[in-house]
């Protein structure tokens, strides 16, 4: 099915405008799919501030928008300056090779395991968007 | 239950010469896992590797038959 176009600029505003944006099942603060929690669990290492998305009151009409606009259908997502970096494989993989940090622009965290955080910060000043809503 | 070895065939015909290998992480066909390493990723940022892969089996994603494929890519030394 075609995406609603209405959506789709909205979503396209919304990676535009965020640096780092990340399409999750849940919140940051509680994560509704081990994905997702996995992605959220490298950025809170990386002392970088990214919008996140909560696509579960949206699951369908937001994958026929990502598979539009980066040919992907399932969440987690992660974009980093308006292009889709990858979904948690691919986070997990450029954590641990460093790519990440390069691609955020940011020093690699000293520890770098991603089962090392919980779900909170282990970083206290690690600052982070309020998740954005969609109506 | 999807026939892995299928999938494997998809996967190397997408990408004649990579070495494919499908895992099935619980035995219940519910976690996938498919490791490539094939020359065509040379180049290619991971999303875009990915991509390939999971274009190999877009067929087995759209009938159902799977619903998650956990990939690793890897580019021959």
Redesign the interface.
Known sequence: MPADPELKSKIEELIGANPVLLFMKGTPEMPRCGFSMRVVQVLDQMNVEYGAIDVLPALQPLREVTTEIADWQTFPQLYVNGALLGGADIVEEMFESGELAEALGVEQPEVASPAQSGATSANGDVQQSPPLQIE | MVDLAELKTMIEVALPGAEVEISDEDGGGQHLRADVCAAQFEGLS??DQ??LVKAAVKER?DDGQIH?L???TRVPE
Do not use: T
Request: proline fraction near 0%; hydrophobic fraction near 45%.
């Open positions: 991971r999303i990915h991509r994603f998650a956990s990939v690793k």
